[in-house]
């Protein structure tokens, strides 16, 4: 099982990105999908979660101005980020909580992709 993670770059203040993170491999289910980031310097941190069902949680950091939205059907989880502030720079991971055909449910992680805000 594999999380590929797509998105970054560089945006100005204000400005916007998308993230994408696709799960791919022997995948039976996935229950919670979310992102996460990490600053230099700082530990990591939750920035949104969206279950199965699209019940959705957010850090109130980025309440009003991101939204996660999965699409179960291609196993794929999104991060609509608009009025980006330089303190969201940082290292963007997504996480999913995925069951194989055989097995317990285990957490799976992305290979981060850098989002810069700077002017």
């Known amino acids: 099982v594999q999380l590929q993670a797509s998105g970054g770059g560089l945006a100005q203040p204000g400005g916007s990105l998308r993230l994408s993170c696709a799960a791919s491999?022997?995948?039976?289910?996935?229950?919670?999908m979310g992102w996460y980031r990490q600053a230099p310097g700082k530990q990591r941190e939750l920035v949104a979660a969206i279950t199965s069902g699209g019940r959705t949680n957010y850090a109130d950091s980025v309440k009003g101005r991101f939204t996660i939205s999965r699409d179960n059907s291609r196993n794929t989880v999104y991060l609509q980020m608009s009025s980006l502030k330089p303190e969201d720079t940082a290292v963007y991971y997504c996480?999913?909580?995925?069951?194989?055909?055989?097995?317990?449910?285990?957490?799976?992680w992305g290979q981060g992709t850098l989002v810069t805000v700077s002017s």
């Open positions: 491999g022997s995948i039976f289910s996935i229950n919670d």
């Open positions: 996480n999913a909580q995925i069951r194989r055909y055989s097995g317990l449910p285990a957490d799976y």
